[in-house]
C-alpha cells in the first residue's frame, strides 16, 4: 500500500496563491493515478483534480478550471496542486487520494492522506 502525506496549507487572501503537495512512500508512485478533493464545512467531500500515472492526462472541476494545476514528480514520488486566483469558496481542507483508476469519483480512490486547511480571506 502508500502512504500519503500532504502540506502546503494555510491562510491566504482571495486572488493569491498555494501549492499543496502530497509525498508518497510505500509502493511505487508510478502504479497510482492521483487526485485532490476538497470538503469545506457542512459539505460532501468533492472532486478537484486527478492526474493519470503517467502524468499524461489531467482532468478538473469546472470549478478550478484555468486556476488550479496538478503535476507529479516521479523523482520524488511527490503530486503537487498550485492553486492560483484563490477564492474564499475555495475554503477546505484538501485531500490527496491515491488509486487505480483515475476518477472524479472518491470511492475510486484506495489511499488517502490525512488533508490540509487551506482557508481564502476575502
Known amino acids: 500500500q502508500v502512504q500519503l502525506v500532504e502540506s502546503g496549507g494555510g491562510l491566504v487572501q482571495a486572488g493569491g496563491s498555494l501549492r499543496l503537495s502530497c509525498a508518497a512512500s510505500?509502493?511505487?508512485?508510478?502504479?497510482?493515478?492521483m487526485g485532490w478533493f476538497r470538503q469545506a464545512p457542512g459539505k460532501e467531500r468533492e472532486f478537484v483534480t486527478a492526474?493519470?500515472?503517467?502524468?499524461?492526462?489531467?482532468y478538473y472541476a469546472d470549478s478550478v478550471k484555468g486556476r488550479f494545476t496538478i503535476s507529479r514528480d516521479g523523482a520524488k514520488n511527490t503530486v503537487y496542486l498550485q492553486m492560483n486566483s484563490l477564492k474564499p469558496e475555495d475554503t477546505a481542507v484538501y485531500y490527496c487520494?491515491?488509486?487505480?483508476?483515475?476518477?472524479?469519483?472518491?470511492?475510486?480512490?484506495?489511499?488517502w492522506g490525512q488533508g490540509t486547511q487551506v482557508t481564502v480571506s476575502s
Open positions: 492526474i493519470s500515472r503517467s502524468g499524461s492526462s489531467t
Open positions: 510505500g509502493r511505487t508512485f508510478s502504479s497510482y493515478d
Open positions: 487520494a491515491a488509486g487505480f483508476m483515475i476518477t472524479a469519483q472518491a470511492a475510486g480512490y484506495a489511499y
